[in-house]
Nanobody
């Protein structure tokens, strides 16, 4: 069982930056691939970024490529999402998720545990 708690959301102007954190419980954090997803009001939850167990393999949605960076610190059981050049279209609840196994995955169905989410609002 893994529990995930996101933090770092808030209100930011377009063009600004935020860094989200996701703290995981348990001693097997390094055996999970991790991902970030987001869900805008009235829309489906969508993939944002994923990272494998060691942090040397990452994938991004085309909409955030070059602006967002996912990273992890296995010694702190934490995964991060650095978001730069934020756009109003990025307004959503951002969720952290953990997938059993070491390989990064972009599929929402591949994730076994989810956090409660953190709100990110980007004003124009």
């Amino acid at each position: 069982q893994v529990q995930l708690v996101e933090s770092g959301g808030g209100l930011v102007q377009a063009g600004g930056s935020l860094r989200l954190s996701c703290a995981a419980s348990g001693r097997t954090f390094s055996s999970y691939a991790m991902g970030w997803f987001r869900q805008a009001p009235g829309k489906e939850r969508k993939f944002v970024a994923t990272i494998n167990w060691s942090g040397d393999s990452t994938y991004y949605a085309d909409s955030v490529k070059g602006r967002f960076t996912i990273s992890r610190d296995n010694s702190k059981n934490t995964v991060y999402l650095q978001m730069n050049s934020l756009e109003p279209e990025g307004t959503a609840v951002y969720y952290c998720a953990a997938a059993r196994g070491a390989l990064a995955t972009m599929s929402i169905k591949g994730y076994d545990y989810w956090g409660q989410g953190t709100q990110v609002t980007v004003s124009s």
